[in-house]
């Protein structure tokens, strides 16, 4: 699947699956799984962070793309996680999962029902490592 977003300045990205088939959000198999090698316990959430925490990064980063537009990055993304003590590495893996390259795709495509959908996760909390 690929999408075209239009950041602030007039430029445009498209963006799709970085590997072929069906990610993780969607149904497909994880990376660690095409190898063989098992989620960790810590691991075994797509995204490491619960309903609300979703909820809160997002109107956050909703907030601050009101004010100055979208950069291509997860800047806003970031500074809410650093101030809730989250690890990068794993937030931005878990929301690329789902879409959120930036912090507008973040916005504008995950998803807390779709993250959260019955089935689909079961949230591990905040990641600290």
Same mark, same amino acid.
């Given at each position: 699947? #690929?999408?075209?977003?239009?950041h ?10 970085? +590997?072929?088939?069906? &990610?993780?959000?969607? &149904? ?5 799984d095409?190898?063989?090698? &098992? ?18 990064? +997002? ?11 979208c ?11 650093a ?6 590495? #794993?937030?931005?893996? &878990? ?5 959120g ?7 504008m ?21």
């Amino acid at each position: 699947m #690929r999408y075209q977003l239009r950041h602030a300045g007039g430029t445009h990205t498209s963006i799709g699956s970085a +590997r072929p088939g069906p &990610g993780p959000a969607q &149904g497909g198999p994880r990376a660690a799984d095409a190898v063989g090698v &098992g989620p960790t316990d810590d691991e075994a959430a797509l995204l490491p962070l619960d309903r609300s925490q979703l909820d809160a990064l +997002r109107e956050h980063v909703e907030a601050l793309l009101g004010t100055g537009g979208c950069d291509q990055t997860h800047r806003a993304t970031d500074s809410w996680a650093a101030r809730h003590g989250i690890a990068l590495d #794993r937030l931005h893996e &878990g929301l690329e999962e789902y879409g959120g390259f930036c912090d507008c795709e973040v916005v504008m495509n995950v998803d807390p029902a779709v993250v959260f959908a019955p089935g689909r996760q079961a949230a591990a909390g905040p990641s600290v490592r």
